[in-house]
């Protein structure tokens, strides 16, 4: 493993989980773009048991929820639970869990499982991927999102492509810059990992952004239609 760029901890969202719960309701990278491409990856839940692994303040359980879905949900970030408990109410199953270590669930028991934009902060995936098989059913699914592994060697053209390397970026939420530490992945690495865990890929999606983002979100000379690429998206069958 190797380090590029400033040399920042774990990212906390305890310290910053209000803005940045704020800025998701929004912003381009969550709100036009993340969000509305893995609910057209899940497609319809109606009457399915879902988890999401690291939610958040909750966003995306709400919209499972809307369509249908008996949802659950844990994030590491105890404030990201207690803003997700807010958007929810008491009777959504919500608990404060790490990814990294084992899931208060039991085999078996989700249809699906919907993990957006949480596994590149994680340096070893084998096992937070053997907990998400242990709990979805065979024949189930796990969605996945993750930083696009393309973008890294565009940004750090130093960098060796081919290694886990650990890396750090800032981002303004509400005003207050924070650092982000994340793990960049080759894409032969990620799928190895699925199919080591037990899952096949079925679906990998470049989406674009949606189509009514408006145009003052979007980089200069996106606005004409043209779209980008940030992250991307996995379906995945447990087998």
């Known amino acids: 493993m ?3 760029g400033r040399d920042a901890g774990p990212s906390d969202y305890d310290e910053f989980a209000e803005a940045y719960a704020q800025q998701n309701e929004t912003g381009l990278f969550n709100a036009w773009y993340e ?23 909750g966003p995306t ?36 869990a ?17 993990a957006s934009l949480v596994l590149h902060y994680l340096e070893e995936w084998s096992g937070p991927l053997s907990e998400l098989r242990r709990v979805v059913r065979t024949g189930g699914r796990l969605l996945v999102s993750v930083n696009h592994p393309v973008i890294f060697p565009v940004v750090h053209p130093d960098a060796d492509y ?14 207050r810059t ?25 679906t990998i ?21 043209r779209t980008f690429l940030c992250f991307l998206f996995f379906v995945l069958e447990a087998i």
Request: charged share 25%.
């Open 2 to 4: 190797t380090t590029t």
């Open 35 to 57: 969000k509305p491409a893995m609910l057209r990856l899940v497609g319809d839940v109606a009457g399915r048991r879902v988890l999401d692994a690291g939610c958040g303040s």
């Open 61 to 96: 359980m709400a919209a499972l929820r809307a369509a249908g879905a008996e949802v659950a949900g844990f994030d590491v970030s105890t404030a990201m639970v207690e803003l997700a408990r807010r958007r929810l109410g008491d009777d959504v199953d919500l608990r404060v």
């Open 98 to 114: 790490d990814l990294a270590a084992p899931l208060p669930y039991g085999d078996g028991e989700f249809d699906d499982v919907v």
């Open 162 to 175: 081919f290694a886990v390397t650990r890396y750090t970026e800032d981002y303004t939420f509400d005003g």
């Open 178 to 202: 924070v650092w982000l530490t994340f793990f960049h992945r080759p894409l032969h690495a990620m799928t190895d990992t699925f199919s080591a865990a037990g899952f096949r890929v079925t």
């Open 205 to 225: 999606s470049e989406p674009a952004h949606h189509p009514d983002t408006p145009p003052e979100l979007l980089p200069d000379g996106l606005q004409e239609g």
